[in-house]
């Protein structure tokens, strides 16, 4: 496998950057072997003496996260970074790499894990948004319009930047009164053409025989009505694996040179005599030492939590978060064809429902509910149910309560005037100001456009005059750590190349496939530690997780607790929350080995962890339903070993 180093950089005028591929042998200085021989320099033509590159080694290996708090710590008030992003959620994320990519010294701290909120519970999906577009032609709304065009390029980009995590995915939308035919068929034409030459695949009609052959559990009559099928319109947008994206994000920003730190809280906000925000007092939660963290810019992107950290600076400031809470279910993988999903726009209370395909089980859910702002949302029984009657009436597969896997619930920070009535009408346009403190507030928008937000936002940091101006966004074409040397047959090299080290045989194709879609072109790392250290062993039956994606989550990821684990390292605790009880001892163990805890500490982890584990399933849940691996939990000791092989 081949990985490339990436020079970036921008000229003192902001113009854009030409690019050029260069051996790695023409690269002067680089024979100290501090580049592999097989790698590629992605190498700029022209920079600017004032702005001189930032280098990222896609071959290196992030530095730890004690390095991370050391230089964190350098943020002194005489010498500050140039900026500070609170917030380790997709836009946070993007804003660092946006910010250490035009040659800015950068920090971000997060108080929990990266995408530890509403970034690993969105409906993983990459769109533009056919619903938006909808309100932009009836409404006649050209801030809709321009919304849904933006979301459509960034699509394209992000499926480009990061192909190992992203995908595309053709979604049917089912039709069974004569007039939505033409109906959804003009409007997801309509999505074609905003989309332009940035569009995936066109939209196309399918007759009920050849909806029924590739959908094969859709149902011909719908339940409701008794209404026959008339054909569906497939039209394709993109699919991702969230909180590992955003994971790549912040790898990516530390890979060149920003200082990230997660589970590292802002406990006050630091500010002069002229009453402008300078900085934060900032704490490490996992240690309970804190230190004064300078900037010369403070970004606040903090998703749900914005007008918190908005009122630490003025309690008196108005709300500009409205929350909507999103409630999803993971059902298994045979309610849905491998490579087809199926959305309803409008159900009986006016709500959308979809029924996704995701990493071997199918996700359906629902939009739009009022919620409170909390760390750990919790979806109800009544939403899960409403769910679930939802898509019975669109499936011929009997739909089962006891056949919830997992359930969550997220909560989408919608940016909007504080007297809207209700958050379906709140526009997904994000918002970016600077506030007479002179922090600067990037709230609002959705995953696809993160990038976007991102680059709006470091642009109003360049103009406010403290730190360099000028500086390009150097982001649109930047690939993420995994995908320099990624193609779609990464998989089959992953499986002649591995040998499995506990058993005689090949690895499962579905291991290689898991592995080369979970890291890119790092797989082969997890590979060298399943081999190296006899980690090849699943955590637990029925799911593709290695044991040595443990360890290389701790040392490659910044993995601190088991929940960083389960819930976004691996996404064990979204696919099924019962095999994640039974696969959570072990990777409990797994991670004291790596970070030397004694007894009473891998208890305690322990105990938060099946708390944690509560989370994903209502108060009512089906008891005693058995998971994918068909067994029931086990204890810290005995779980050693009991996954199935590679």
Not at 166 to 178: E, K, R
Not at 189 to 196: M, R, S
Not at 364 to 388: C, N
Not at 575 to 588: I, N
Request: net charge neutral.
């Amino acid at each position: 496998m081949r990985r490339r180093l990436l020079l970036t950089g921008a000229t003192a005028t902001g113009a854009v950057v030409a690019w050029s591929y260069h051996e790695a042998a023409e690269i002067p200085g680089t024979s100290n072997g501090f580049v592999h021989s097989a790698a590629r320099l992605l190498v700029p033509e022209a920079l600017s003496e004032s702005a001189p590159p930032t280098l990222i080694d896609y071959l290196s290996k992030v530095p730890s996260r004690a390095e991370q708090l050391r230089k964190l710590a350098d943020g002194s008030e005489r010498n500050p970074f140039d900026v500070l992003v609170i917030g380790g959620g997709a836009t946070g994320t993007g804003c660092a790499l946006d910010a250490i990519t035009r040659g800015l010294r950068t920090a971000l701290i997060e108080r929990e894990d990266f995408a530890a909120g509403t970034s690993s519970r969105s409906t993983k999906l990459v769109h533009g948004g056919v619903r938006y577009l909808e309100k932009a032609v009836f409404s006649f709304d050209y801030g809709q319009l321009k919304l849904v065009f933006e979301a459509l390029h960034e699509r394209k980009r992000l499926l480009e930047n990061a192909p190992h995590l992203c995908n595309a995915l053709p979604i049917m939308t089912p039709c069974y009164q004569w007039w939505e035919v033409p109906y959804y068929w003009l409007g997801l034409k309509a999505y074609d053409l905003v989309a332009g030459t940035q569009g995936l695949t066109m939209s196309r009609y399918n007759s009920p025989k050849e909806s029924h052959r590739q959908f094969p559990t859709l149902a011909q009559t719908r339940s409701e009505d008794g209404s026959s099928l008339k054909g569906t319109i497939v039209y394709y947008d993109g699919q991702f694996d969230d909180s590992r994206l955003c994971i790549a994000l912040a790898c990516t920003a530390a890979l060149a040179g920003a200082a990230v730190t997660n589970h590292t809280e802002a406990t006050k906000l630091l500010k002069d005599e002229s009453g402008i925000i300078i900085g934060a007092e900032v704490k490490d939660t996992l240690s309970g030492k804190s230190t004064h963290v300078y900037a010369k810019q403070v970004i606040n992107a903090t998703g749900p939590f914005t007008d918190s950290l908005r009122r630490m600076s003025d309690p008196s400031k108005p709300s500009i978060i409205m929350p909507s809470a999103g409630v999803h279910v993971t059902l298994p993988d045979y309610y849905s064809p491998e490579h087809l999903g199926m959305i309803v726009p409008k159900t009986k209370d006016g709500r959308v429902v979809f029924m996704l395909p995701w990493l071997d089980a199918t996700i359906a859910g629902t939009t739009d509910s009022s919620s409170e702002i909390t760390m750990q949302p919790q979806p109800t029984e009544k939403e899960i149910q409403f769910i679930l009657d939802a898509i019975a009436e669109y499936l011929t597969v009997k739909v089962r309560r006891s056949d919830v896997m997992s359930a969550w619930s997220g909560i989408r920070p919608l940016a909007t005037d504080p007297d809207a009535k209700d958050t379906a009408s709140a526009s997904r346009d994000h918002v970016v100001s600077m506030d007479t403190d002179g922090m600067i507030t990037i709230a609002g928008g959705k995953w696809t456009t993160y990038r976007r937000m991102a680059e709006d936002a470091v642009d109003l940091a360049c103009l406010n005059g403290r730190i360099p101006e000028g500086l390009a966004c150097q982001t649109s074409h930047l690939p993420l750590v995994g995908a320099p040397g990624y193609d779609t047959a990464l998989f089959t090299e992953v499986a002649q190349n591995y040998t499995v080290p506990h058993r005689p045989g090949a690895i499962d194709t579905r291991v290689a496939k898991h592995l080369a879609a979970s890291y890119g072109d790092r797989a082969e790392d997890i590979t060298r530690i399943a081999e190296q250290r006899k980690l090849g062993r699943r955590l637990v039956r029925g799911h593709p997780v290695l044991e040595a994606e443990v360890v290389y989550a701790v040392h490659n990821e910044y993995c601190e607790t088991p929940e960083d684990f389960i819930a976004r390292r691996s996404r064990l605790a979204f696919l099924d929350q019962r095999a994640c009880q039974e696969a959570l001892p072990r990777v409990v163990e797994l991670m004291a080995e790596e970070k030397g805890w004694w007894y009473w500490k891998r208890q305690r982890e322990l105990k938060r962890a099946r708390a944690f584990l509560k989370t994903f399933t209502s108060d009512a849940a089906a008891p005693g339903k058995k998971s994918a691996a068909g067994q029931e939990g086990t204890d810290l000791v005995s779980s050693h070993n009991k996954g199935g092989g590679a």
